[in-house]
């Protein structure tokens, strides 16, 4: 069962705009919340992390939002850039544990 | 630095036949997974090492699927015999410290017909 719900499943959004992905996990082990960005043809990379003792991080125009009593993370990219279009996934992790639970992803398309 | 390289990029086979894909990991990272990404699945952990052991396999489908790790900078993905539903792109990727950042290759997209 997917551990880490996320939506929506695509997005399209103006150049300049905010995006908004929202993530629910139901594992209250999860402690450490990644983000990933996918480019077609290419893997996954970290973009931005955060740990549930922290309710929001921001790195320049991407912000993650946590919500811990609510067990929900969002993801927001302020003005965004057609350079963003890409698939985000959200994670779930342990600290114990290698396994990473993706959400199932949101494909970000921003119109110029 | 180089990053994950994995081979080959594309693979197009016969269902029946078997496939072996190919990872290096980034050197001087203990830990090395295999995930497979499709529309319908998303990304699944497969099997993932730890310095050249396999720890945890629960997520290899089938008894078709093998993988391999010899030594600190080589990993194989063998599936054997294939079938069509086993098209996907399969990522390698490793990392060094626990619970750190997953570094992934570029994929192998797998093409079973």
């Known amino acids: 069962q997917q551990q880490v719900k996320q939506s929506p499943q695509s997005l399209i959004v103006q150049k300049g705009g905010i995006s908004i992905i929202n993530c629910a996990y139901e594992?209250?082990?999860?402690?450490?919340f990644p983000w990933y960005q996918q480019f077609p043809g290419k893997g996954p990379a970290l973009l931005i992390a955060?740990?549930?003792?922290?309710s929001e991080k921001k790195e320049g125009r991407f912000t993650i939002s946590f919500n811990k009593s609510a067990k929900q993370f969002s993801l927001h990219i302020m003005d965004s850039q057609p350079g963003d279009s890409a698939t985000y996934f959200c994670?779930?992790?342990?600290?114990?544990?290698?396994?990473?639970?993706f959400g199932a992803g949101t494909t970000v398309t921003v119109r110029a | 630095d180089a990053g994950v390289i994995q081979s080959p990029r594309h693979e197009v086979t016969e269902m029946g036949q078997e496939v072996t894909l190919r990872c290096k990991p980034i050197?001087?990272?203990?830990?090395l997974f295999w995930y497979r990404q499709t529309m319908m699945r998303g990304l699944e952990l497969l099997i993932y090492f730890n310095n050249n052991v396999p720890i945890d396999d629960s997520g290899m489908p089938e008894d078709r699927f093998s993988a391999k790790m010899p030594n600190a900078s080589f990993s194989t993905l063998k599936i054997q015999p294939s079938e069509p539903r086993d098209s996907a792109v399969y990522f390698c990727?490793?990392?060094?410290?626990?619970?750190?950042?997953?570094?992934f290759g570029e994929g192998s997209r797998l093409t079973v017909l």
């Open positions: 994670v779930g992790s342990r600290s114990n544990d290698y396994k990473l639970s």
């Open positions: 955060i740990r549930p003792d922290v």
């Open positions: 990727a490793s990392t060094k410290f626990p619970v750190g950042e997953l570094f």
């Open positions: 594992n209250t082990a999860f402690d450490y």
């Open positions: 050197s001087g990272h203990d830990y």
